[in-house]
């Protein structure tokens, strides 16, 4: 299913879309059109219909909720399914061949896996509980349905902010309370396995973990997480060959082939019915499911080179001490994840200090020239960097692409759905991001003033949909020290100088060439195109933010709730905010030093100003603002019970809103209080 900011036409979606990418709008239809696609299965082998694609597609929006009210979504969801369902009910037992069950294979990546994620929990709420139960049938329509594997990668379901940090976007609508796995004590065994891959090193605030373990820092049963070298797009696929110097070699010598193999592996051993390759194919399989058979170019798709796996294993046997470093035992084939003493979140971070260190050699190793190290490389020697006038020309092929589908869709309406647009066009400039990224590296790592490369940098502004939490100061200060003392040390032994030459020790040299040729820097490309920077705020010496399910792995002060700007009288009319940092030197220069509520500064830690950018205006925070944003490691709480008293208070607003009107226009009758 395509992701959301992809081309979707059988939704209505034809066109690549910056704000499907950046709010993941559009991922409540994607879900649903999972479960509109296991009725229509469910109508297929038992009534033999077909579903007419346009009343899929009229089905799916018929379960959909205004943004904020999601909390409408189950009973439209029960309701529309139930219609879907209601003569496979009348007629399952009488089919034949009768259908005894429905099992489920769930895949995602990123946004996709948060939509994976939350498809498993919307479909077990249309579960019903019989009558004297206490817990509901795992069925529909008398037919008994079961997830027999949830694969997920890098569990992404906070992208709502994109140049943030840091802030932290919190979850989007459909996301809301839907990722952690379906309580095993309500749904026993509907879950059969679950494995999440994790990117080590992915750093973006805008892409903080949905980790898959419980509140209580508990796994649901046979569910484990698994950490994978690389950013984001290292672990769930995307990259393709030289992008960023990486992988010059071909596809092959991507670091997510690993992750991709371990991700088959695990299905196939859990009864998913992946293609094979036909050599290895009994010839009774072969004439029962032809379809089964891997055609060549999906297996060159699983190519990985030797020199892969060995910086792999090399990654491995260094940075995760206590882990075995000779092969498992168990058959060839199988998928075994090894089991690590530290949890998921002292496991980033520890990784966080290793590329921080190869940073260290290659960005900042020339501290008063501009010689460092990474120039003479070859993949940054490699990297693409597209001229004014190609990515000019390249602009408007994209350009005419994108009209000549409209065009089509326009002409025959009957086939629009085989005319979406195409991805969304943005120059090759690699060499730029990845030398603008190495000086800010080196400036922050050195303490110094970052050079701008854009106006973008001291003032966010936020549109009034958004949710965003602000990290502790304190927090932010710890993170930058440590790392950069982790990283100094391991610097010294990853490298054998400061000239940035790969140290002697094999084990070693081979984890540099993992971070020179195969590591790509999700930072130094993300947004460039549209700010010329990168994130606001943000660097390399932040931790991941880790969510699990309504807890968060540092403290956060919510200052956006739904839309509302905490702790301070919103005006009318106004639809755009800036919220203003005010820290370190911001701080100690603001009105000469102003401190207080009129100022921006409530708490240790928590200072910022909110702007009214039409006037440049400062909003002062009104009483009681201080205890209402206090830092939290609960956010997830604290913004449903927030969401829950907004949403009451709205109700009652438009209550009175209508009362009024209708006593303005005489079509109100109301009791004198005093006859009462």
Known sequence: MPGVG???PEIGEFDYSEEGLKYALGGEDRINWGLASIAEALQSAVLNKTFDQQKKKAFVKSMGTPKGLTFLGRDKRCSVMSELLNDVRANVDKSKPRVLGVKLYVYGFSRGAAEARTFVNWLSELFETPEGADKPAQQLSGVPVSVEFLGILDTVASVGIAHAAPFFAGHMDWADDSQLLPCAEKYPQFVKQCRHFVAAFEQRSCFPLDSIRNEDGKYPANTYEVVYPGVHSDVGGGYPQNDQGKARGGTDELISQVALHDLYAEAFACGAPLQVPGKVMPDYLLAQQPWRKMNLDTQEEFDIKPLVAERFNAWRAVTLL????????????????????????DTLADQLGWITGWRIGRFANDKDGDKDSYKDQPFFKAAQEDTGYQAGQDKKAYEKKKQDAANERARKPEEAVNHPGPPIYEPKLDQTQVSQAAAEFKADYYDRKREQTSDAGTLFDVLLRDTAYLLNEDDERKAR?????????RSQLLFRDNRGTPSADPSMALLVALFDDQIHDSRAWFMHDKLKTREMWAGYFFYRMIYFGNDNSAALTPVMIAGRILGV??????????????????LKGAAGGLLGAAGGVLLAGVAYQVIDVATGAVLPFVPGAADLLKPTTHIGAVASALKQQFAQEDYLARLDRTTAMLRDTGNLFELDKGMV
Do not use: C, D, H
């Not at 020290?481 to 040390?489: I, Y």
């Open 569 to 586: 009288v919103m005006i009318a009319g106004v639809m755009v905010y800036g919220i203003r940092l005010m820290r370190g030197n911001v």
């Open 481 to 489: 020290e440590t790392l950069t003392s982790v990283g100094k040390a």
């Open 322 to 345: 206590g882990v075995a470093t000779e092969a498992p035992a168990t058959p060839a084939g199988e998928y075994a994840p090894a089991l690590y003493s530290l949890t998921v979140e």
């Open 6 to 8: 992809t081309a979707f």
